[in-house]
Nanobody
């Protein structure tokens, strides 16, 4: 089963930075749009940011725009999320996944060759 593995989370104080990484042993990142999603306890997973297959277009939700930067290294088959000026409300479990496009209405692709949600990474921001 395809697994997307996210890493790089941790505990930081407000205003701090973290860089998340994501990789997959099955999917070719150069061929697909990708996204970062986050989940609060008891809630669903919401899109945070996405990037197109060629890396030329990105999208951010309003709450992180200007603080987070999504990027990818297709040669290494890795996806990143640089998170700066973190706020307590950014605290969540973060996941990476394939996306059906990249924009306000794009969402996650699950099932089939894309598998299910993979391993997330916890981000905790204290005030």
């Amino acid at each position: 089963q395809v697994r997307m593995v996210a890493s790089g989370g941790g505990s930081v104080q407000a205003g701090g930075s973290l860089k998340l990484s994501c990789t997959s042993s099955k999917l070719t990142f150069a061929a697909i749009d990708l996204g970062w999603f986050r989940q609060l306890p008891g809630e669903g997973r919401d899109k945070v940011s996405c990037i197109t297959a060629n890396g030329e277009s990105t999208y951010y939700i309003e709450g992180v725009r200007g603080r987070f930067t999504i990027s990818k290294d297709n040669a290494k088959n890795e996806l990143y999320l640089q998170m700066d000026n973190l706020k307590p409300e950014d605290s969540a479990m973060y996941y990476c996944a394939a996306a059906n496009g990249c924009g306000p209405r794009s969402g996650v692709i699950l099932g089939g060759e894309f598998g299910n949600w993979g391993q997330g990474t916890q981000v905790t921001v204290s005030s």
